[in-house]
């Protein structure tokens, strides 16, 4: 089946800098990718699609210079946390469209102190 | 958009039981509703989907049913085990565009 992998599994982060999350298809092409983020005990909340050599179409409410995303190949898309604050601490998850299905990465459990 | 309802937010049954998880949905262009299993820490994993052309599906203790008509879907565990508790999401998309999520059902299954 799909698989699809992210990269931290969880970061620790000083409030004021960046961190970058990869999310890659690991045996599949991706045209599309999208980012959720998800707080604890509640669902998942769609910020972002990704389209490859496009740019990132952001839900309403997603600040877009806050969360850059860079969907550079078929196979990896990264979402930016810039000047990151303790309300930026999050489950951030990707998933990517194979086929007709949706496959989730583990997710990436940031924190910033 | 889409606008996706969940219920209940937990449950609790005792194994060997049956559980069932109900969603609504706003949007008559859904045509895609997929349930996700989800374990603590870890991403969302996809058990069984319908399409709206599809009343029901089943597969082994998982069965999934749509009205289109009163836009709701529920999931079906039979036989419920241990392993089965987690935090289950429904999902609606059209045309697997976008997917808009439930607000998740914790299930425990008491052993």
């Known amino acids: 089946g799909a698989v699809v992998s992210q990269h931290p599994s969880w970061v620790i982060c000083k409030s004021g800098t960046s961190v970058k999350i990869e999310c890659r298809s690991l045996d599949f092409q991706a045209t599309t990718m999208f980012w959720y983020r998800q707080f604890p005990k509640q669902s998942l909340m769609l910020m972002a699609t990704s389209n490859e050599g496009s740019k990132a179409t952001y839900e309403q409410g997603v600040e877009k210079d806050k969360f850059l995303i860079n969907h550079a190949s078929l196979t990896l898309s990264t979402l930016t946390v810039t000047s990151a604050h303790p309300e930026d601490s999050s489950f951030y998850i990707c998933?990517?469209?194979?086929?007709?299905?949706?496959?989730f990465g583990p997710g990436t459990r940031l924190t910033v102190t | 958009g889409e606008n996706v309802e969940q219920h209940p937010s937990t449950l609790s049954v005792q194994e060997g039981d049956s559980a069932v998880i109900k969603c609504t949905y706003s949007d008559s262009a859904s045509n895609y509703f997929p349930w996700y299993k989800q374990e603590l820490g870890k991403g969302p994993q996809l058990i069984i989907d319908?399409?709206?052309?599809?009343g029901e599906k089943k597969d082994q203790r998982i069965a999934v049913t749509l009205n289109k008509t009163a836009k709701h879907f529920s999931l079906h565990i039979t036989e419920t085990q241990p392993e089965d508790s987690a935090v289950y999401f429904c999902?609606?998309?059209?045309?697997?565009?976008?997917?808009?999520f439930g607000s998740g059902t914790k299930l425990n299954v008491k052993p």
């Open positions: 998933s990517a469209t194979f086929g007709d299905e949706q496959y």
């Open positions: 999902a609606a998309s059209k045309d697997f565009n976008k997917f808009y």
């Open positions: 319908i399409r709206s052309n599809v």
